[in-house]
């Protein structure tokens, strides 16, 4: 199994908000994936609904010890829960949607006035060679690929990486793409970067998101405290308050 425990990248990619942030509230978590991050908020949430199309038996199994976790089987960009929540997040989901300006709108839907969206995306800023290199790889070859031989071939790329970015990416080079992105890479386990690796590879479609287009995402008369940062050079995370309802 896929290692994917560290705390530490998901409080970053939530910032400026927090777990403490959560505490005692409703959380709608748009894309659950296997579970590490519903586990990561449920101790803290009054409760949390983990929507996902694909993986909630996985999800359900590495949540079982919590009660307060709701699974459903659903597309976000399409979902309607009938309900609305006092945070809605999505983390690494929204850029594999078919329609990322869409999804972004079903999910502020299902925001509270005065809860909070969050969201972390890839950036196209900082991605042309995953963008123009590895995406033209991934469509012509390896599309139809077994999950287990895309898993091996994972490995062996993450394990092709290291050499490179323990030498050359030491040094102080921040010229070099994915500079700030291979100094996490090295605070992170084998395990953990061959998700990384492992999701790039795998995801069915991808769409890079640049700075304007998750400007446009939370401005307007309902958002308001809006934080938007670049996150190694790669991606951007986003958050912000909604005042009301969109019209």
């Keep these: 199994m896929l290692s994917d425990d560290e705390l530490f990248l998901f409080e970053d990619w939530i ?5 403490e942030s959560f505490r005692n509230l409703d959380i709608l978590e748009c894309g659950c994936g296997g579970g590490q991050h519903t586990a990561f908020m449920a101790p803290y949430a009054g409760s949390v609904t983990a929507v996902d199309l694909n993986t ?13 976790v709701t699974f459903v089987e659903a597309d976000i960009a ?11 997040i999505s983390i690494g ?6 329609d990322p300006d869409r999804t972004i709108a079903n999910l502020t839907r299902h925001v509270k006035p005065g809860g909070r969206l969050i969201v972390w995306v890839y ?20 599309t139809r690929m ?16 290291y050499p490179v970015v323990y030498s050359i990416y030491l040094l102080p080079l ?14 992170l386990s084998f395990g953990r970067n061959v998700v990384n690796v492992f999701d790039k590879l795998n995801a069915p479609q991808t769409e890079f ?9 939370f401005t307007g008369s309902r958002f308001s405290n809006v934080e938007i940062a670049p996150y190694k050079g790669v991606s951007y995370r986003a958050s912000g308050t909604v005042s009301q309802y969109p019209g």
Aim: net charge positive.
């Design 15 to 19: 910032a400026p908000n927090t777990l």
């Design 56 to 68: 909630i038996p996985i999800a359900r199994r590495r949540c079982a010890g919590f009660d307060n």
């Design 78 to 88: 399409t979902m309607d829960l009938e309900r609305s929540f006092d945070v809605v």
């Design 93 to 98: 989901v929204v850029h594999h949607t078919d």
């Design 123 to 142: 950036s196209e800023e900082g991605n042309f060679l995953v963008k123009n290199v590895v995406e033209p790889i991934r469509r012509t070859f390896l």
């Design 146 to 161: 077994s999950r287990p031989a895309l898993l091996t071939l994972s490995k062996a790329v993450t394990a092709s990486l």
């Design 174 to 187: 921040p010229f070099l793409p994915y500079y700030q992105y291979f100094g996490a890479f090295r605070r």
């Design 209 to 217: 998101i640049n700075r304007e287009r998750v400007k446009r995402w």
